[in-house]
């Protein structure tokens, strides 16, 4: 080892001087043996051992025989899927564009008046805007018609035994397994998206664990087809990452050549853990922003406020929001997610929706 290593170092220094000449000795050092890659288990072999700790875990026998008994083999489209997930290439200002569509705006405004009573409930009792959780449900399942079709086991299975992201797929199966011991659904009627994220709130098994309401009050934490279960949750995620009711998320707002660059030159970044997070400046007061330049759309000046907010840059468009926009990234860490879900919310309950109640009156 050490010779490797006096080869290693040797090569290092000698870079400047003749790349060229500079190769680690073609010799395999004792304890350095060429070894066969670790045998990968065989999915039924896998599923074995799933099956042990599933019970080892206090899940019910006939839970286990009844979900894993019948996987037969990973199930190709979820790996295909994984493989195959497409890259972010439109820009922040394209991909609201194509979310904010009429015939979404439209639907989510009949879909706001069609539950305006339960979302009012929902917000008042958890402190969450109805528009906003409206919108969360619009985005995540397009408002309650599309939350997925593929069994939430197989597939939680399938990309727990393959190795790309296996630690975390095995924790969510365990607690999707979990879910199912409780007995809030039955593993029938458990599907989701190909990555496991169940219902029309998508919630991965461990955020249900943890945030899934059972708002009408039968037993059951249904975020399959209960709406005020659905809403319920959305609202207990937001809350339970900060959401502060009489808040706003935040506004569209002008900026200048000339206050972009002021931006750039003065104001620091945010730190975050995620990308999103850091991509946008650190808070500072309102009037700290009218004083650097920043406007309403129309050059009206900013509300007189004592909130603070970050400031947030496509390149067209641009955005000043508040601490609440942080639980939105929490849902899904991604700018052009979290605006969305804020502007979509600032439509559906626009004074627009109003001759569709009186219509309903």
């Known amino acids: 080892m050490r010779a490797l290593r006096a080869a290693l170092t040797d090569c290092t220094t000698s870079v400047l001087i003749v790349a060229a000449a500079c190769v680690v000795p073609a010799f395999t050092p ?26 080892s875990r206090g899940i019910r026998q006939e839970i286990v025989d009844q979900t894993l008994s019948n996987i037969e083999e990973p199930l190709p489209t979820v790996l295909d899927s994984d493989r195959r997930q497409a890259e972010v290439t439109l820009s922040l200002d394209a ?3 194509r979310i904010l569509t009429p015939s979404r705006i439209a639907t989510g405004r009949e879909k706001y008046v069609e539950n305006r009573a339960l979302l009012d409930e929902v917000g008042a009792k958890y402190g969450v805007a109805p ?25 939680l299975a399938t990309l727990a035994w393959d190795p790309r992201r296996a630690t975390f797929f095995r924790n969510e199966l365990f607690n999707a397994l979990e879910i199912l011991n409780r007995g809030d659904i039955d593993a029938e009627h458990m599907k989701g998206s190909w990555a496991g994220a169940m219902g029309q709130t998508q919630f991965m098994p461990s955020s249900y664990l943890k945030f899934a309401e059972d708002f009408d009050g039968d037993g059951r934490r249904d975020i399959w087809s209960t709406p005020g279960d659905v809403f319920a949750s959305i609202a207990n995620y937001l809350k339970g ?5 009489d ?23 945010r730190d975050g853990s995620c990308r ?11 009037s700290r922003w009218q004083a650097l330049g920043v406007r309403l759309p129309g050059g ?14 496509g390149k067209a468009r641009h955005f000043l929001v508040y601490r609440n926009y942080d639980a939105i990234l929490e849902y899904n860490c991604a700018h052009s997610y979290a605006l969305s879900v804020g502007l979509l919310g600032d439509r559906i309950s626009a004074p627009a929706a109003a001759p569709a109640l009186r219509r309903r009156r």
């Open 300 to 313: 009206k000046p900013l509300p007189k406020s004592d909130l603070d907010a970050s400031l947030i840059s």
């Open 95 to 97: 991909y609201i564009t």
């Open 30 to 55: 004792p304890g350095l043996e060429a070894r066969e890659p670790p045998t990968r288990p065989s999915f039924s072999e896998w599923l074995d051992g799933v099956r042990a700790e599933a019970l």
């Open 131 to 155: 528009r906003v959780i409206a919108s969360i449900w619009g985005i995540e399942s397009a408002f309650g018609r599309q939350s997925g079709t593929h069994p939430a086991i197989a597939a």
């Open 241 to 245: 990452h900060g959401w502060r009711a």
């Open 276 to 286: 999103a997070m850091r991509d946008m400046t650190a808070a500072l007061p309102l």
């Open 247 to 269: 808040e706003a998320w935040g506004r569209e707002v002008q900026v200048s050549p000339a206050t972009a660059k002021r931006v750039i030159r003065d104001v620091e970044r």
